[in-house]
């Protein structure tokens, strides 16, 4: 039943979610300059980082959730917004720790992204403890381009505090990214470029359904939802 649950989750979600949008163009032709690898290497490299959207409560051992995660990222006028849907899996190693593991299609292009992540609760609210800090380290890979190829790591460490079912939290991320042309067409040396942001969130628990809504702030701003089950 709990199973059924999930993979209705995901499938509900999956449907009400957009279209992505803004499909980014990773085709490398004669004349590509190493500038253009940089800039791609920034602006991309940004828009892989893995947004875990939730507070810093970990599942605890055994327990898993299974999410659909919707992210939207406002670029200038001329670029538009860059739009991913991941659907994302993640189990407790034990109580302060999760691992997970995600992945996502641009279904207007030939790419996606795939990508593992891990939760680790550094301090847990109680009597004495306003707030729960976790660190969030990620890793993520751009899969489908034959030109191009873009991995990003990132950390974030993020402050929460449970009101009962709601949970506001905040944080602040930095995050390197690497691209490597793989085109025959020119010789370019790989291109990296770093950066750092902050959020800030609400998560919200009912039984088996998580909910959550952020907004990111680096280069770009990022608006992202959330929705899953745990069991």
Do not use: C
């Amino acid at each position: 039943m709990k199973l059924s649950i999930a993979f209705g989750t995901v499938a509900v979600a999956v449907a009400v979610m957009p279209a992505a949008a803004g499909a980014q163009d990773f085709t490398v032709r004669p004349g590509y300059t190493q500038e253009q690898l940089e800039a791609l290497a920034d602006e991309v490299g940004s828009d892989l980082r893995f947004r875990q959207l939730g507070d810093t409560a970990t599942l605890g051992r055994g327990n898993a959730d299974v999410s659909v995660q919707f992210a939207e990222t406002r670029l200038d006028d001329s670029q538009g917004a860059w739009n991913h849907t991941r659907v994302v899996a993640r189990v407790g190693v034990n109580d302060r720790v999760d691992v997970g593991a995600w992945g996502g299609l641009n279904p207007n292009s030939d790419y996606g992204l795939v990508g593992v992540d891990t939760k680790i609760l550094l301090l847990r609210e109680g009597p004495s403890r306003p707030v729960s800090i976790a660190v969030r380290p990620s890793l993520t890979s751009l899969v489908g381009p034959s030109d191009v190829w873009i991995g990003t790591t990132s950390v974030d460490l993020s402050v929460s505090r449970a009101f009962g079912p709601v949970s506001p939290y905040t944080g602040v991320a930095a995050r390197s990214s690497i691209a490597f042309e793989r085109s025959a067409d020119v010789d370019l040396d790989p291109a990296d470029a770093g950066g750092t942001s902050s959020f800030a969130g609400v998560a919200y628990r009912w039984r088996s359904l998580s909910l959550a809504g952020e907004v990111e702030k680096g280069e770009n701003v990022t608006y992202g939802f959330r929705i899953g089950t745990r069991f």
